[in-house]
């Protein structure tokens, strides 16, 4: 899971027993958690005696590498923590803040999860989210082609096409 804003109603949420036992339900056995900048604190578990291994951190100068390891990633609709899961192809739930005003986030994640590149929710939905999550329903994100719009921009300085 992850996110670098204060999102603590996801942090609480992934950190509930239901939601932490659904995950083992599914298959998982670690839980990481970016808690970011905010107040809720998750508890710890080694495994032992809970069904997931469970830890957290604030901050990591480079967090590519928990993602590249991951199996699912639970974010928040943040667009650059979105762009950079999908272009890991990994699977993905993503959980609105609806706490935002101006919630922009709210539409890219819908209509992501429209198009099926990934799963929405909400706090208060995402233990129902994962309990009946399919991930084969998951369309991989097509890479970006840049092509088009450097061929436009080499247009516009004048240089030949190649």
């Known amino acids: 899971m992850r996110g670098t804003t204060c999102f603590d109603a996801l942090v609480s949420v992934v950190d509930t027993q239901q939601v932490k036992e659904e995950l083992a339900r599914k298959g998982y056995t670690d839980l990481l958690i970016q808690m970011g900048r905010g107040t809720y604190i998750p508890s710890k ?64 994640a819908e209509e992501l999860a ?9 706090p208060q939905t995402l233990y129902q989210t994962i309990k009946t999550m399919d991930l084969e329903y998951i369309i991989p994100y ?17 240089f030949p096409d190649d």
């Not at 639970?74 to 919630?103: Q, T, Y």
């Not at 429209?114 to 909400?122: G, V, Y």
């Not at 097509?142 to 004048?158: E, H, Q, S, T, Y």
């Open 45 to 108: 578990s080694p495994g032992e005696d809970g069904p997931l291994t469970v830890n957290y951190f604030t901050f990591s100068p480079s967090i590519a590498d928990y993602l590249r390891s991951s199996s699912l990633i639970i974010s928040h609709a943040g667009s650059g923590s979105i762009f950079e899961s999908l272009r890991l192809s990994k699977p993905l739930i993503v959980v609105v803040n609806e706490d935002l005003m101006d919630n922009h986030q709210s539409e890219l």
């Open 142 to 158: 097509p890479p970006a082609d840049a092509k088009p719009v450097a061929k436009i921009m080499n247009r516009f300085l004048g």
């Open 114 to 122: 429209e198009r099926k590149h990934l799963l929405c929710a909400r």
